[in-house]
């Protein structure tokens, strides 16, 4: 019987898991992708291993909901002006800072003993991962 509660009792959470799920508000699927997203390439070489293409993807896809927030609220604005209002709100240094205040320095697996690493924008371009792998 104890075989049994064992097989079917639901796995406990990982410790990365519960941050995750208590930072994003949803509950991951695909843990490795997040990790992947999560991981800079000071720690994780390869492509498939570190965030820089969810970081491309994130970019992409924050800049469309971005762009299509912006066509909305200003319907009789132009092109330039559009623009100009998206780069403003989708900056290096507005995503690091949304990055920190999220936690997510606490959760990106980096070289820690890179002071040049602790100083840049390394948690703004993982919030684009993460928003990579949020989309996926």
């Known amino acids: 019987m ?3 509660i064992k097989l079917f009792k639901p796995k406990a959470a990982t ?3 519960v941050q995750l799920s208590n930072m994003l508000g949803i509950q991951p699927g695909n843990l490795q992708l997040y990790r992947s997203a999560l991981s800079h390439r000071s720690v994780k070489e390869t492509p498939d291993e570190n965030n820089e293409r969810l970081e491309f993807l994130g970019d ?3 800049s469309t909901v971005v762009a299509d927030y912006l066509f909305k609220l200003y319907p009789y ?3 330039g002006f559009l623009t100009e209002m998206r780069s403003k709100m ?3 240094q507005q995503l690091n800072d ?3 205040k999220m936690g997510l320095r606490k959760l990106t697996f ?3 003993f890179d002071n040049a690493l602790k100083a840049s924008q390394i948690f703004g371009n993982t919030l684009e991962a993460l928003i990579g792998a949020v989309y996926l």
């Open 2 to 4: 104890q075989f049994l």
């Open 60 to 62: 992409a896809v924050l």
């Open 98 to 100: 949304i990055a920190l």
């Open 77 to 79: 604005k132009g092109e």
């Open 90 to 92: 989708v900056n290096r």
């Open 15 to 17: 410790d990365f898991e």
């Open 110 to 112: 980096y070289n820690k």
